[in-house]
C-alpha cells in the first residue's frame, strides 16, 4: 500500500535546547540535575554540543531529506536575569534560524521546551503568576529578532508534563507532589501560552503558533473505566480545550496508557516494552491525531513520534506503522499538516539521562562524533518522496 502525502506536508526531525546543546547551567533543570535525591541518572553536561556544531547538525538533517527542523530556544540564555536580553544568546538563535533558511529547511521554534531560568524557578515558578507575564515578555523580546525567519511556532512544549510531573508526581523540578500545585501550574501554564500566542501573532512575519501536547491512546481494562477517564481530563482535555482557536495543536505520542481499578498498569503480555519502560504501541498516533481535532477542533501537526531503542529495525518496523496511522487519518480527510520525528540526534533524555536512544544519528559521548543510523536514511528518502510505501 503506497501513501501519497499533501503537497506541503512538513517533513522533519526535533530537538530540545537542554537535551542537546549543553552547558545549560543557568536553568531549573540543571539544578535538579545537580541536586541529591532527584532521581536523574547523571548530569547534561556538554550533551551533544549542538551549541556550536548546529551548522554541521542542520546541514546533516537537510543531506538526509528532512525539510523542516524543530528545536528550542533557551529562555535562560537569552534572558539570564529577570528583565536583562543578552543580544549574544538572540544573535545565536537567529543564526540557527538562518542556518535552517540556507539548506532549504523550515525553521520550527519552540520557545519553551520544559527548562525556565533559575531566577524565575526561584521566584514560584510555574506556581506563580508572574511566571506566565514573564514568559510572555520573554515571547515577545525573542519574535522581534526570530517572526521573520520562523516557519512555525510553539509556545510551550508539553505544559501538561511540566505541570504533571514537576509538580503532582514530583520527579521534574521542582519536585513537588501536590495536586493543588499541579493545579496552579496548569493555570498559569495556559495562561503563558495564551499570551504568549497574541505576543507571537503581534509580532513579525504570518507564522502559524500553537503549542505542542503529550498525547497517548489511553485505554481502560475492566474497573479502569473512572480512572481513565479521570486522568485523560487531567491530562489531556483541560490542554485540549485550551487549544481551540489556535492555528494548530502539536501531537507528541510515543505509546499508550492502560488503567485498572486502581490507576495505571505496566506494559501487557506480550506487548515489548522499550528503553522507556512502556509499551511498543505505535498505532497510538492515529488515535491521538483523532482525538486532538475532535476536541481541540484544529489542524495537527505531529511535532514529535518516535522510539528510544537500540534496535534501528526496530525503529523503522515503528516508523512505519506509525506512518501508516497518518496515512489513515489523511484517507479520511483530517487535517495533519507534517511530522517529526523525534529526536534528530541521541540525547539527555531528561531524568534518564542518556541511556534511551532516540535519534535518528548516534552521537559518541567522548568525541561528539555522529553516526547517521539506517533509520534515518530510510525516513529521509520517504520525506524526499513525500510518498511512503506502507
Known amino acids: 500500500m503506497a501513501i501519497s502525502f499533501p503537497d506541503g506536508f512538513l517533513w522533519g526531525t526535533a530537538t530540545a535546547a537542554h537535551q542537546v546543546e549543553g552547558g545549560n547551567w543557568n536553568n531549573d533543570w540543571w539544578a535538579w540535575e545537580h541536586t541529591p535525591g532527584s532521581g536523574c541518572a547523571e548530569p547534561s553536561g556538554d550533551a551533544c554540543d549542538h551549541l556550536w556544531r548546529y551548522p554541521q547538525d542542520i546541514a546533516l538533517l537537510a543531506e538526509l531529506g528532512f525539510g523542516a527542523y524543530r528545536f528550542s530556544i533557551e529562555w535562560s540564555r537569552i534572558e539570564p536575569e529577570d528583565g536583562e536580553f543578552s543580544r549574544n544568546a538572540l544573535d545565536h538563535y537567529r543564526r540557527m534560524v538562518d542556518a535552517c533558511r540556507e539548506n532549504g529547511v523550515l525553521p520550527v521554534v519552540t520557545y519553551h521546551h520544559f527548562t525556565t531560568p533559575r531566577w ?193 529495525d526496530q525503529r523503522v518496523q515503528y516508523v512505519s506503522e506509525a506512518l501508516r496511522r497518518v496515512g489513515r487519518c489523511l484517507d479520511d480527510g483530517l487535517d495533519v499538516r507534517g511530522y517529526f520525528y523525534w529526536s534528530l540526534l541521541d540525547n539527555f533524555e531528561w531524568s534518564l539521562g542518556y541511556r534511551p536512544t532516540f535519534g535518528l544519528v548516534a552521537v559518541d559521548r567522548e568525541t561528539q562524533a555522529r553516526t547517521v543510523k539506517p533509520s534515518a536514511r530510510w525516513l529521509g528518502t520517504i520525506a524526499r518522496a513525500n510518498r511512503f510505501d506502507a
Open 120 to 312: 524565575a524557578a526561584a521566584d514560584g515558578g510555574w506556581e506563580s503568576a508572574s511566571t506566565a507575564e514573564r514568559f510572555a515578555r520573554f515571547c515577545e523580546r525573542a519574535v522581534v529578532d526570530l517572526g521573520d525567519g520562523v516557519g512555525v511556532h510553539c509556545t510551550l512544549n508539553e505544559p501538561n508534563v511540566v505541570a504533571l510531573m514537576g509538580f503532582y508526581l514530583g520527579v521534574f523540578p521542582p519536585g513537588t507532589r501536590d495536586e493543588g500545585a499541579m493545579g496552579k501550574a496548569t493555570d498559569n501554564l495556559i495562561r503563558a501560552h495564551r499570551l504568549a500566542y497574541d505576543v507571537i501573532k503581534a509580532g513579525p512575519g504570518d507564522a502559524p503558533v500553537g503549542m505542542t501536547l503529550s498525547m497517548h491512546e489511553f485505554a481502560a481494562e475492566p474497573g479502569g473505566d473512572a480512572q481513565m477517564a479521570r486522568a485523560r481530563d487531567r491530562m489531556e482535555d483541560v490542554w485540549l480545550d485550551a487549544c481551540r482557536g489556535d492555528d494548530y495543536v502539536g501531537v507528541q505520542t510515543y505509546t499508550r496508557l492502560r488503567f485498572g481499578p486502581d490507576g495505571l498498569l505496566g506494559p501487557a503480555e506480550g506487548v515489548p516494552a522499550l528503553q522507556m519502560g512502556y509499551e511498543f504501541w505505535p498505532q497510538a498516533l492515529e488515535t491521538t491525531i483523532r482525538r486532538a481535532i475532535e476536541v481541540a477542533g484544529t489542524p495537527v501537526y505531529v511535532t514529535e513520534n518516535g522510539i528510544g531503542t537500540a534496535d534501528d
